[in-house]
């Protein structure tokens, strides 16, 4: 943990700089934090927009929106979002929304003293696999097909099709050289899809969707 300061207010950050209580959030810690993200000419209404639709849905069900539902409600492209939020957008929207990176990833707000250690995940196949309290695998190494079939299943999937394994895999590869998890903008530029597929494919989410099932998490 650590502290974010701007303008004489403090907030407690974790430490990959996400607020730990997205309670605390205001518009001065998005302010102080934006030139961190890579925006450098202040906040404008555009990005603004964007914001507080994340706040005002998040306050209203305890869910942080996915990528798909804050474009919807803004009226944006994929490619609008990445000129206003070139880091991503749970590392840049999200992030600047005050959102932790727990609520990020799977919606219900977790502070990080309520969250339990790692459980075991057992599939319909008999193998155990160790993940996370937010359904993430813990260790990417573990992965494998069989994993990604299960969780398609649990997500109401269904069977995986070509296209589905051809953004996984591109998942998959990204992470072994990088050991980062790629931007919804480098999935979709580099497989040569918009967020209407994306969101058809992996409805739950490009998180909690496509990369939960490719095994890999932001670190």
Aim: glycine share 10%; with cysteine.
């Amino acid at each position: 943990m650590g502290t974010f300061t701007y303008q004489g207010k403090s907030y407690e950050v974790d430490e990959k700089g996400f607020l730990v209580n997205p309670e605390e959030w205001d518009e001065n810690f998005a302010e102080g934090l934006a030139p961190q993200l890579n925006i450098k000419q202040g906040l404008t209404k555009e990005h603004w927009d964007v914001i507080h639709s994340i706040v005002k849905t998040y306050r209203e069900t305890g869910i942080c929106p996915t990528v798909y539902e804050t474009c919807r409600a803004n009226g944006l492209r994929i490619q609008d979002l990445r000129r206003l939020f070139p880091t991503g957008y749970l590392r840049g929207a999200c992030k600047l929304a005050g959102m932790s990176s727990a609520v990020g990833r799977i919606g219900p707000a977790l502070h990080p003293a309520s969250v339990p250690g790692n459980m075991d995940f057992m599939n319909v196949y008999g193998k155990t696999y160790k993940v996370d309290v937010r359904g993430f695998l813990v260790d990417p190494e573990e992965w494998d097909e069989q994993y990604a079939v299960y969780r398609a299943v649990d997500m109401k999937i269904g069977r995986l099709t070509d296209r589905h394994w051809q953004i996984i895999r591109f998942l998959r590869k990204a992470y072994e050289e990088k050991r980062r998890v790629p931007t919804v903008y480098e999935t979709c530029e580099a497989n040569g899809i918009d967020l209407e597929e994306l969101e058809r494919l992996f409805p739950d989410g490009y998180h909690r969707g496509a990369v939960k099932i490719a095994g890999v998490r932001i670190e």
